[in-house]
């Protein structure tokens, strides 16, 4: 191949950028391509998340209504989060408060923690034959409070249509720090509709509030955009295989579909967020080591994490991209 090519970026790789205009101005990009149809973008201003994801120039993720915004833009304050969160393939919600705000251990915590906000303050790139790996640090750190590093890495496959992700966070302070992470992933249109197959295999299902209860036996079914939809969440207890869980989804209309698979070691809990709202049309699919109900429940019901000094925790997720709707079946649906 090498003959026939004048520079890589013909083929694949990996391209820096910075955003112009409006509230994203300024923020860092990568743009990686891995020459199978998988063509995506890595905000290192905010944590280094995937914003886009495409495959075949066909859209995975959802994009809320406020777009790209700067981390200069966040505002900590209770649901302040939401008018800077842009969604996208996935938001990294943490690393010491996950959900709904609250006062836990009288520290007043907001939605979703801040770690999606901050720049990561290292980032590197390489190519090998048969793949593109991405290197980010981002430090979430305060004096007198938690001192933690994660480090982030992208293994992109160049031979198949495959993204891995792994992060170690490590507590580079002098005292224990409370650890909540969860992989916010919202899939959007057109990769979701109504025709859209819903997998997540799952031994339980319980709902997180009485609406949701009232439809949990359509919780995989996904519905035409409605006015005044309210969200609907719930939680899954993920079926496992060697230690791995799995879920995706397949759009027959499009001929695509992804899978996310996890370590369920690490992160034993499984969100899904139903949010089917005209203009708000998304589906989240969540794994994480805690629920979205704040750290204070967590505190309460014995599964807060706690990482003492010097501890490290690690997380790994492979996102599949699949164009064959009898592979997906294979792979995932008999999960």
Not at 97 to 102: I, L, M, Q, T, W
Not at 103 to 132: A, K, M, N, R, W
Not at 252 to 259: A, D, F, R, W
Not at 305 to 318: A, F, M, R, V, W
Request: proline letters at 4%.
């Amino acid at each position: 191949m090498k003959a026939y090519i004048g520079h890589p970026l013909q083929v694949s790789g990996v391209t820096e950028y910075r955003l112009t205009g409006g509230k994203g101005d300024g923020m860092r990009m990568l743009r990686v391509r891995n020459g199978k149809g998988l063509d995506f973008e890595i905000s290192l201003d905010r944590c280094g998340d995937i914003v886009t994801m495409n495959i075949d120039g066909i859209n995975m993720g959802y994009l809320a209504p406020c777009g790209y915004v700067h981390p200069a833009y966040y505002n900590n304050r209770g649901t302040e989060f939401l008018k800077s969160f842009t969604a996208g393939f996935f938001t990294t919600c943490g690393l010491t408060a996950v959900g709904s705000p609250c006062v836990d251990d009288g520290e007043e915590l907001p939605l979703h923690g801040t770690v999606s906000h901050i720049p990561c303050e290292q980032f590197s790139y390489e190519e090998t034959e048969t793949e593109l790996l991405i290197h980010i640090q981002v430090r979430d750190a305060s004096l007198f409070s938690h001192q933690l590093l994660m480090v982030r890495t992208y293994i992109v496959s160049k031979e198949e249509n495959l993204v891995k992700l792994s992060d170690t966070i490590v507590n580079i302070g002098a005292k224990e720090s409370p650890l909540l992470l969860m992989y916010h992933c919202n899939m959007g249109y057109p990769l979701l509709t109504e025709q859209t197959e819903v997998v997540i295999p799952s031994d339980s299902v319980t709902a997180r509030n009485a609406h949701a209860q009232e439809d949990i036996q359509n919780c995989l079914k996904m519905e035409v955009p409605q006015k005044d939809y309210e969200e609907r969440c719930y939680y899954h207890d993920i079926r496992e295989k060697n230690g791995i869980g799995c879920t995706g989804l397949y759009n027959p209309l499009i001929e695509k579909g992804l899978s996310i698979c996890y370590n369920k070691g690490t992160l034993g809990f499984f969100t899904q967020w139903k949010m089917m709202g005209d203009r708000e049309y998304v589906l989240g699919l969540e794994p994480g080591n805690c629920t979205p109900d704040g750290r204070d429940v967590m505190r309460k019901n014995g599964t807060l994490t706690i990482l003492q000094p010097d501890d490290t925790y690690k997380t790994e997720l492979t996102f599949r991209f699949y164009r064959d709707q009898q592979r997906f079946k294979e792979e995932v649906s008999c999960w």
